[in-house]
């Protein structure tokens, strides 16, 4: 069975410092594996996905991941925070059939 | 501008009443979904459809059901609300053309609130 793990449900940055959040699945196929982002009051938003081809992964907003199957990690960094991306992110990983799973989301906040 | 709708976007109801929370896409997508969000949880899918007249129960029990009469609208309803039943609820659709990746296109989501 698939699973996510997002370690950290709350990770607190200042505007300008290295953003990581991380994130371990468990897959008994090759993943395809997800990070969203949630701003407030709104849905998810794709960020960017992984599917196979390369390892480093760039997304929008400056966003990118590295999946690392060694590791079972697909961990998302961001260089340089800013305030806009203060939100909530998941790491998501396609299950069998057409089922998603959703980690439990890390909430990011940028400080000033 | 193709999109995924849901409404109402907010929703306040007392105990006992029959709800329906709507939710449209202009995507033409085959493939949506209805999940529950709670706050520092999981997304929980709770009903699923692969197209027309096809809708299947996902893998948090609810007591919600769901149709798909027509490609673009998946409306999920509660026939009695319950205070259990306050959570947020998104909808979501994906593709399963060929090359497409799963990817899944998320509405607004409605927040309910059973009083």
């Known amino acids: 069975a698939q699973s996510v793990t997002q370690l950290g449900s709350h990770v607190s940055v200042s505007e300008g410092a290295l953003v990581l959040l991380r994130c371990n699945y468990s897959?008994?196929?090759?993943?395809?594996l997800f990070w969203y982002v949630q701003y407030p009051n709104q849905g998810l938003q794709l960020l960017l996905k992984?599917?196979?081809?390369?390892?480093l992964v760039k997304g929008i907003n400056g966003f990118e991941a590295e999946f690392k199957k060694s590791e079972t990690s697909f961990h998302l960094t961001k260089p340089s925070a800013h305030m806009s991306d203060a939100a909530e992110y998941f790491c998501?990983?396609?299950?069998?059939?057409?089922?998603?799973?959703f980690g439990a989301g890390t909430r990011l906040f940028v400080k000033a | 501008e193709a999109d995924i709708y849901q409404t109402p976007r907010y929703l306040v109801i007392g105990t006992g009443k029959k709800i329906t929370l709507e939710c449209s896409q202009t995507?033409?997508?085959?493939?949506m979904y209805w999940y529950q969000q709670d706050p520092g949880m999981e997304l929980h899918l709770i009903h699923y459809?692969?197209?027309?007249?096809?809708?299947e129960k996902g893998d948090l029990s609810s007591e919600s059901t769901v149709s798909r009469i027509r490609t673009e609208h998946f409306p999920l309803t509660l026939e009695s609300a319950r205070p259990s039943h306050t959570s947020q609820y998104l909808c979501?659709?994906?593709?399963?053309?060929?090359?497409?990746?799963?990817?899944?296109?998320f509405g607004p989501g409605t927040r309910l609130t059973v009083t």
């Open positions: 979501a659709s994906s593709d399963l053309g060929q090359g497409q990746d799963y990817e899944q296109y």
């Open positions: 897959s008994s196929v090759p993943p395809y």
């Open positions: 992984y599917t196979s081809a390369a390892t």
């Open positions: 998501a990983v396609r299950g069998r059939g057409f089922k998603t799973i």
């Open positions: 995507m033409g997508h085959d493939k």
């Open positions: 459809s692969y197209g027309v007249n096809s809708t």
